[in-house]
């Protein structure tokens, strides 16, 4: 089983993803956060402060540490996110402005010759990330926005932003005919509710497998991108 656990941001996927894990068996496969991208791609800018062109070449960086690491477990994964992650956010940036805290409050932004190729461009990126996940991924487990969104202080992204991405996750999944289930609730409901959905064998007990997910989750180093350039 290839198994992606698909959602907007501030919405449990890293810690879900882990639990799955751990209660399944099956590896899990991430890409390296933008935290941890950023200062090797972009040395000394926030996430807030990246050109268009930037933002296209993070999104590059990501997918393709995916696929690779994915192309190393051809028996089966359980995936943080997927191909479709990077180029939804891409593609919303370009509804909300590259910065969207720059456009809370308007109802439409600025549609100038730079974000219009900007929109071309993830148009044509989206052609390969939507082919990498009709054949890659066997299923989505969909993680709706239940709370609100968790201020960082590092994700250029507000409410509107979320629900834009969710929508276009989903509408994606439909146009793809990708399987895919809507699970909510505790990580505890969540768990049964894919044990009950895929038959999975649990390796061990619901609690066991959320306990050292946690404890894996409490190691992410979450420091900003700038104060890892700096260290």
């Known amino acids: 089983m290839k198994l992606a656990i698909a959602g907007t941001y501030s919405v449990g996927k890293t810690l879900t993803t882990m639990a799955v894990s751990h209660l399944t068996g099956l590896p899990r ?17 926030t996430l807030e402060e990246c050109t268009a062109p930037e933002v296209i ?11 690779v690491n994915e ?26 402005g590259i910065n969207p805290n720059d456009s809370v409050d308007l109802e439409s932004v600025e549609l100038t010759d730079e974000l219009r190729f900007y929109s071309q461009v993830l ?7 939507k082919q990498h996940a009709k054949a890659t991924y066997d299923s989505f487990v969909h993680l709706p926005i239940e709370f609100p969104l968790v201020p960082d202080g590092h994700r250029p992204v507000n409410e509107r932003f979320r629900a834009l991405a969710d929508e276009l996750m989903l509408k994606t999944l439909n146009e793809l005919e990708i399987p895919y289930h809507t699970v909510g609730g505790t990580v505890h409901e969540r768990l049964q509710k894919i044990l009950d959905i895929y038959g999975f064998t649990p390796r061990m007990s619901i ?25």
């Open 71 to 96: 192309s190393h477990l051809p028996d089966g994964f359980v995936s943080d996110g997927s191909s479709l992650h990077e180029w939804a956010y891409g593609t919303v940036r370009v509804l909300v």
């Open 57 to 67: 070449m993070l999104i590059m960086r990501r997918n393709q540490e995916r696929a």
């Open 123 to 129: 148009e044509q990126m989206g052609i390969p990330a």
């Open 29 to 45: 496969s991430a890409a390296k956060t933008m935290r941890e991208l950023l200062p090797i791609s972009v040395p000394g800018k």
């Open 207 to 231: 609690e066991e497998a959320i306990a050292r997910a946690e404890a894996e989750y409490a190691l992410i180093d979450t420091t900003g991108e700038l104060e890892r350039a700096s260290a």
